[in-house]
């Protein structure tokens, strides 16, 4: 289908569910930062209503969906470039998800993994909304006609349904009208991984704070995680190849090579041969200058919540001026009178 008949339009978000941690800024957050410099219209979300799927206290999503806009624009997400919203200011949103419930098969839901991992054994007990999900997934892109979507190896099964679900529609109602959207995976620490265990993703859920760096982290926190992160005994590698069997190893190098913008490969030249005792404070050092100056703007940008819901507002506002016109073009075509 066209996707050159869409402007190349950018949709990502992340659930304000609490505890940002280094993953989510290399993960997401630095890469929406930098696709702002390029020809692309960027929507940012804090997907409030995907958070609630599994139980949230009301004051505690409350204040975690302002310090997650908080984070962003710390970040550098720039509201005068991107439109930053919290997902529940744009019904649009639930309007269109409800259409693609019925376009969505059981079939397809009941292979997700996300669900399966977070409903756990006790399925029965999980909810409705965690179960439709991606159902609601695809309806945050669609609402837009997103043709670019970062997001974290974690959710391409999601974007492979929200494919699927424009297909289904195109389909069944003969039309051309919801786009296959491209997913954007890519850069060396997508994945940032636990400092415990490499084979791990870094998690705010993790019981041990040591595994991960907290985007509230100070100095002293932030130096003293990475110097007890567990490593081996052998010095770095000069080649990639020599990462592949060393999973803790290859962590900080992907952090490092993330927090400089370089490759792997180019990181290993210069860092190959040291021993851990003297990479770790220099990545340490490397990793305060990169997010102190973020959590001290978070920190002060969380002073002024009434500032921060007032760009939250704008931002809806802005949105529903690009989805309002899609929701209502898609009531035609499924026959809603009004
Ligand atoms: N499911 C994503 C996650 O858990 C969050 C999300 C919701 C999202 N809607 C989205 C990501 C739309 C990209 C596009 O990380």
Redesign the pocket.
């Known amino acids: 289908m066209a996707e050159a008949a869409f402007t190349k339009r950018v949709?990502?978000?992340?659930?304000p569910s609490g505890g940002l941690t280094l993953g989510n800024y290399l993960g997401a957050i630095k890469r929406f930062v930098d696709m702002q410099e390029d020809d692309y219209e960027t929507i940012y979300?804090m997907?409030d209503l995907?958070a609630i799927t599994v139980w949230q206290d009301p004051a505690e999503l409350a204040r975690n969906t302002r310090e997650l806009c908080a984070g962003f624009i710390a970040a550098g997400i720039d509201p005068s470039k991107s439109i930053l919203f919290n997902q529940s200011q744009v019904p649009e949103h639930t309007q269109l998800a409800w259409i693609f419930n019925t376009v969505a098969r059981m079939g397809w839901l009941n292979r997700m993994t996300?669900f399966k991992d977070k409903a756990g054994k006790n399925r029965e007990n999980a909810s409705v909304g965690l179960f439709a999900?991606p159902a609601?997934?695809a309806a945050?892109?669609l609402i837009y006609h997103a043709t670019h979507?970062p997001?974290?190896e974690?959710?391409k099964q999601?974007l492979e349904l929200t494919r699927d679900i424009a297909a289904k529609f195109n389909h069944d109602y003969g039309v051309d009208y919801f786009p296959i959207t491209e997913p954007v995976i890519e850069g060396a620490a997508t994945r940032v991984m636990s400092l415990r265990d490499g084979s791990k993703k870094m998690s705010k859920s993790d019981p041990s704070d040591m595994s991960r760096i907290n985007m509230t982290d100070d100095a002293d926190a932030i130096a003293q995680k990475i110097r007890k992160a567990r490593t081996d005994p052998d010095a770095l590698p000069s080649e990639v190849d020599g990462l592949s069997e060393r999973a803790e190893a290859r962590n900080l190098v992907n952090i490092y090579a993330a927090l400089t913008d370089q490759s792997v490969e180019d990181v290993l030249r210069d860092v190959g041969g040291k021993q851990f005792s003297e990479f770790k404070p220099i990545l340490s050092d490397l990793a305060v200058a990169k997010l102190s100056p973020i959590s001290s703007e978070m920190a002060r940008l969380m002073q002024d919540t009434a500032e921060i819901d007032r760009i939250l507002h704008i931002g809806a506002e802005q949105a529903r001026e690009i989805a309002t016109p899609i929701l209502s073009k898609t009531y035609d075509i499924v026959g809603m009178v009004r």
């Open positions: 949709f990502s978000g992340i659930q979300c997907v995907h996300q999900y609601l997934m945050d892109i979507v997001v974290g974690d959710q999601h």
